[in-house]
């Protein structure tokens, strides 16, 4: 049904540039009116491809500014069951390689990066509004996937932090960035940022129908943000 609408709106605009073209006294008059009617819907598109491909050359993919040694967690204000399993279970993080964890087209590139099957930390404390949470592991190594442990924390204990979240850029581009933060000095260790963008205004209002945004294509295994910047303690 979008299709047919779409279809019968391009219609209709083909068919009222051609009505006031006909009605141009001249040549010149035609081609003015005609390009006008093409810039309409396209003027954007090319400034914002070449703006997205000088963003993620620039900007986008995995940047380390700093590294920690013997950290032993940190604060993530969001965390899912997998996420915490994979930062406390040793070897647990690898089961999700060669699956490729999306981050709007930041994935894992088999070999890009290594990280110790055996790094683990010893805490994550997540949570948000003055209710937090710590997670740990019990001391049962056997049954060690059923020993994470939840306890519910007054206040948070963790140096460093994992931030962000989508934002909006100027020429119809997204921005996807997460941080690793100083909670103390709020000094930026690394960031993992990805930008997507549909070509131009046209398409982004009628997306999907006039096709998907393009995006880096930078592939960074989500996980080496932290693992590689907050290095565990052994």
Do not use: H
Not at 56 to 71: A, F, P, Q, W
Not at 125 to 149: A, M, P, Q
Not at 197 to 219: E, N
């Amino acid at each position: 049904m979008i299709g047919i609408i779409f279809l019968a709106v391009l219609g209709g605009y083909i068919l009222l540039a051609r009505l006031i073209m006909k009605r141009m006294p001249s040549r010149k008059a035609r081609y003015i009116v005609a390009a006008i009617f093409i810039l309409i819907p396209t003027w954007d598109m090319i400034p914002s491809w070449l703006y997205l491909e000088y963003l993620c050359k620039t900007e986008g993919g995995l940047k380390i500014y700093k590294t920690v040694d013997n950290v032993e967690g940190f604060y993530i204000k969001d965390a899912d069951a997998n996420s915490v399993k994979r930062q406390l279970i040793p070897n647990y993080k690898f089961q999700i390689w060669g699956k490729g964890q999306w981050l709007d087209g930041i994935t894992y590139e088999p070999n890009s990066y290594l990280v110790n099957p055996k790094d683990t930390y010893k805490f994550v404390e997540t949570g948000r509004n003055g209710t937090y949470y710590r997670y740990y592991l019990g001391n049962d190594e056997k049954v060690i996937e059923e020993k994470v442990i939840e306890e519910k924390v007054e206040s948070l204990s963790s140096k460093y932090s994992l931030e962000g979240g989508w934002s909006n850029e100027v020429m119809n581009i997204d921005k996807l960035q997460y941080k690793i933060i100083d909670s103390e000095t709020k000094d930026v260790l690394a960031t993992l940022t990805s930008y997507s963008s549909y070509t131009g205004w046209l398409q982004r209002a009628l997306s999907p129908v006039a096709g998907k945004s393009l995006s880096c294509d930078s592939l960074v295994i989500f996980d080496v943000l932290y693992f590689s910047t907050l290095k565990p303690v052994q």
